[in-house]
């Protein structure tokens, strides 16, 4: 099973509210990355995990969280949802190298910040 | 810094027409160079991957062939199907070893019956 699944699909939250995004693999892939769809944009990584360790990228090191309880979960967390998070998150693993290995993506979760 | 830049945003076809999408990146060393396609209601799935000079990729009647002189990775198809519907993604495997996946902003491509 090549499946990673995310919840859920839709999310309309209110602004300053917090979201908590879900994802899961079975792959026991050790890594997992969180990334960032809007219209016309092409994905923007937002983190990613290897094993326990979360690395986090610079420019939204403040605005996003994450959490690995264990392999199979990850979980993406906005303290203080703005208009500007509106966009689709992508959930993926891989196994190995992220810049060399097959990513596989969940089909996103739709965020919607009212 | 490393990027990936598609120049067709859109490209509408005929069924058997030939495809082509263009994708041309910027980063040094040697990066390996993907293409993923996503479907609707779908997350993006990797198609293929090359990771040095003159390597061709290919799948499902895809294919896409590493040039380092021309810093290219274009995706052809000789004849497509109304199935192929989909958006494409180009992408750079970061090569200085932070394991970053970096997409070009993607091509939408509808093939009409």
């Known amino acids: 099973d090549t499946t990673v699944k995310q919840n859920p699909r839709y999310k309309l939250a209110r602004v300053g509210k917090p979201v908590n995004l879900i994802c899961s693999q079975t792959?026991?892939?050790?890594?997992m990355y969180w990334y960032q769809k809007k219209p016309n944009q092409a994905p923007k990584l937002l983190l990613f995990?290897?094993?326990?360790?979360?690395?986090r990228e610079a420019d939204t090191f403040e605005k996003f969280q994450s959490s690995r309880p264990n392999n199979s979960f990850c979980s993406l967390y906005i303290g203080s949802a703005g208009l500007e998070y509106s966009a689709m998150y992508l959930c993926?693993?891989?196994?190995?190298?992220?810049?060399?290995?097959?990513?596989?993506f969940g089909p996103g979760t739709r965020l919607t910040v009212l | 810094g490393d990027s990936v830049t598609q120049t067709e945003g859109q490209v509408a076809l005929s069924e058997e027409d030939f495809l082509t999408i263009h994708c041309n990146y910027s980063?040094?060393?040697?990066?390996?160079l993907f293409w993923y396609v996503q479907y609707p209601g779908e997350g993006p799935q990797f198609l293929f991957r090359?990771?040095?000079?003159?390597e061709k990729g290919s799948s499902r009647g895809f294919e896409a062939t590493y040039d380092k002189g021309t810093t290219s990775f274009h995706l052809r198809k000789a004849s497509v199907q109304e199935s192929d519907s989909a958006v494409y993604y180009c992408?750079?495997?970061?090569?200085?070893?932070?394991?970053?996946?970096?997409f070009g902003s993607g091509t939408q491509l509808t093939v009409m019956p």
């Open positions: 993926a693993s891989s196994s190995g190298l992220g810049g060399y290995a097959e990513q596989f």
């Open positions: 995990y290897y094993d326990k360790i979360l690395n």
């Open positions: 980063a040094s060393g040697y990066p390996a």
């Open positions: 090359a990771s040095r000079d003159k």
């Open positions: 792959m026991n892939h050790d890594t």
């Open positions: 992408a750079l495997g970061d090569p200085s070893g932070s394991w970053q996946l970096i």
